[in-house]
């Protein structure tokens, strides 16, 4: 038997006139993501994308890969039908026999696209479920509260089977390339990673920015980096990193602002620089995994100031997250157990015994004046690493 892999999106529906531009650029990622996996052949029609699999062997290593795209809510594997009632009710008890356990609950429902076919939803459902009940004697028709779902649809290419227990669920939000460009302050921890993923999710490709202060911080935490970045490209294909040397700015601060400003001077330096970096390779805004009051420096007070250091948007979608809600995020998408390895990042390295917590932006300016903000910054992008990562 001949499978198929159908992908559904979501809300692309909603795109009106503008939704076989979104359509398009979905169909791009989906070839360029499979492009180098498995020889396939894809194709669109009704809110659905028909996947062949020309090496069968692939069709799991091609599930996973689409279960990574943004803009694609759920995937599953079907067997493919002629568009005949006797067909469909032979392939149907063939290919689900897996399924069909001693005693198990099954009810049938049916999609006909293709209003040429004879026999309309109900009558389908009809045929097939009666036909699976007379094949299957252990097995126990419950429309209300079935286990297995029987889903056959009749559409202008074919008629296809599946059990909807056996659907993968998709990333959903949108084709990445439809929503413009941004930069992602990527540290060595557990938000930054998250908070790039999200954004991606709207459709948002991203630049990543990470601050590199050896020998403080160690070859390790550079290689954590980057392979923190390698996860989050599977999900976005591939992203440039820019490494930025840190280490002047930090010695700079420490020796010459007062201890509890260290951490927001710091910070505004990393904002003034990923500015810099993210206008020059044409981002509209920054991205950074804050949440309201996680941290000292992530009062509403202290986020204010370190803002205050840039005029473009700076997006947070972690902000109203617990770190609950943060560590499951980053589970899920992969990101966890790297993010723990024990290579300190840049932010931990001097590092406030009593940071402030409700500073005022007139005073973390004063004491910035006390460093030459421009030069330190010149010579920091003029030391800018470029690597160009790819998914894991």
Do not use: W
């Amino acid at each position: 038997m001949k499978e198929i892999i159908l992908a559904k999106y979501g809300e692309i529906i909603l795109k009106g006139g503008n939704r076989p531009k979104f359509e398009n650029i979905l169909m791009n990622n989906i070839r360029n993501s499979l492009k180098n996996v498995a020889e396939v052949k894809a194709r669109l029609a009704q809110a659905t994308i028909y996947v062949e699999v020309f090496d069968e062997d692939k069709m799991d290593i091609v599930v996973e890969r689409l279960s990574k795209i943004f803009g694609i809510v759920s995937i599953t594997r079907a067997v493919v039908c002629e568009k005949d009632i006797e067909d469909i009710k032979a392939k149907a008890k063939e290919y689900l026999k897996k399924d069909f356990k001693d005693g198990v609950k099954f009810k049938v429902e049916a999609k006909r696209s293709d209003k040429q076919f004879p026999l309309n939803s109900p009558q389908i459902c009809m045929e097939v479920g009666g036909y699976l009940d007379d094949e299957y004697p252990s097995i126990v028709v419950d429309v209300h509260n079935p286990e297995v779902t029987v889903k056959v649809e009749v559409r202008d290419f074919g008629a296809y089977v599946y059990a909807d227990e056996n659907k993968v669920q998709g990333q959903g939000g949108m084709p990445i390339g439809t929503g413009s460009k941004a930069t992602l302050l990527l540290s060595g921890g557990i938000d930054s990673p998250v908070a790039g993923h999200m954004i991606s999710k709207r459709g948002v490709e991203i630049d990543a920015v990470n601050f590199f202060s050896f020998p403080y911080t160690s070859e390790r935490a550079k290689e954590k980096v980057i392979e923190l970045a390698s996860i989050i490209a599977q999900y976005t294909s591939k992203i440039n990193l820019y490494i930025v040397p840190f280490t002047e700015i930090q010695l700079q601060i420490a020796e010459k602002c007062p201890e509890e400003h260290l951490t927001l001077v710091m910070r505004r330096f990393m904002m003034r620089i990923a500015e810099r970096l993210a206008r020059k390779h044409k981002s509209l805004a920054l991205v950074t995994g804050e949440s309201v009051g996680q941290v000292a420096s992530q009062t509403l007070a202290a986020l204010d100031v370190t803002n205050s250091a840039v005029d473009m948007p700076v997006l947070q979608p972690l902000i109203g997250m617990d770190k609950i809600e943060i560590v499951d995020r980053a589970h899920e998408i992969g990101t966890f157990e790297t993010s723990i390895l024990p290579y300190e990042d840049c932010c931990t390295v001097f590092t406030p015994k009593h940071p402030t917590t409700n500073p005022k932006r007139a005073n973390i300016e004063k004491s910035e004046n006390r460093l030459d903000v421009e030069t330190l910054i010149e010579a920091a992008l003029a030391g800018v690493e470029k690597i160009e990562v790819y998914p894991k």
